[in-house]
Every structure is written in C-alpha cells, then in structure tokens.
Nanobody, 123 residues
Framework: VQLQASGGGLVQAGGSLRLSCAAS????????MGWFRQAPGKEREFVAAISWSGDGLYYADSVKGRFTISRDNARSTVYLQMNSLKPEDTAVYYC?????????????????WGQGTLVTVSS
C-alpha cells in the first residue's frame, strides 16, 4: 500500500483544514487507517483512527470534538476534517494503514506510512 497525504497548509487559530490520504493497493478497504502527527522535537502521536468499515472511530483526547476522521473505500481515501484549530495542532500529519481491520492508537500497529503533510496554525 502506498499512501499520499495532502491538504496541509497555514491557517489561523480557529480555522479549519481537511487532510486527505489517497491509497493505492488492494488492501485499503480491509485495513484500518489512522492519522498521527509529529511536532518539532516531539514524538509522533496518535490523532485518530477508523476501522475498515468506518464503524469504529477513535480519537485522541486532545482533538475529540474538533477533528473528524472518515473514509471512502470506493475512492481508497481517508480524510481528517480539522476544525477549531489551535496553535498546538501545528505538526506534520501522517496517514497510516494498519496491520488489521480494526485500528490501533499505537504507532506499532501500522505497517504503511505516507510522507506527511505540514499543518501550521498561527495564533
């Protein structure tokens, strides 16, 4: 599976962005997908995950209520809608495909990673 993330950019605090991650490969529709982020000098952290069917949704406490993960299996694409952005959301955002259909909050639970897209939130 190859993953291509896009949609990052510069936005003011309180604004919104939608990230997209297009996947190639036959296993997308049976794989859980996740979004992670990494700020400068910090470890990569879990943001959100979605099961293969879209029924299972998981969020980090720091983004719950502001971010929404979704997927379109027909387009082999996963999305991350980010609203009410804060300066502390600034990071490189990575999409990843999981080893299993149900998802994980752990970096170790993901086999394939995209190249990352930078999100910068100004105060």
């Amino acid at each position: 599976v190859q993953l291509q993330a896009s949609g990052g950019g510069l936005v003011q605090a309180g604004g919104s962005l939608r990230l997209s991650c297009a996947a190639s490969g036959r296993t997308f529709s049976t794989s859980a997908m996740g979004w992670f982020r990494q700020a400068p000098g910090k470890e990569r952290e879990f943001v959100a995950a979605i099961s293969w069917s879209g029924d299972g949704l998981y969020y980090a406490d720091s983004v719950k209520g502001r971010f929404t993960i979704s997927r379109d299996n027909a387009r082999s694409t996963v999305y991350l809608q980010m609203n009410s952005l804060k300066p502390e959301d600034t990071a490189v955002y990575y999409c990843a495909a999981a080893r299993d259909p149900y998802g994980s909050r752990s970096v170790q639970g993901y086999t394939y990673w995209g190249q990352g897209t930078l999100v910068t939130v100004s105060s």
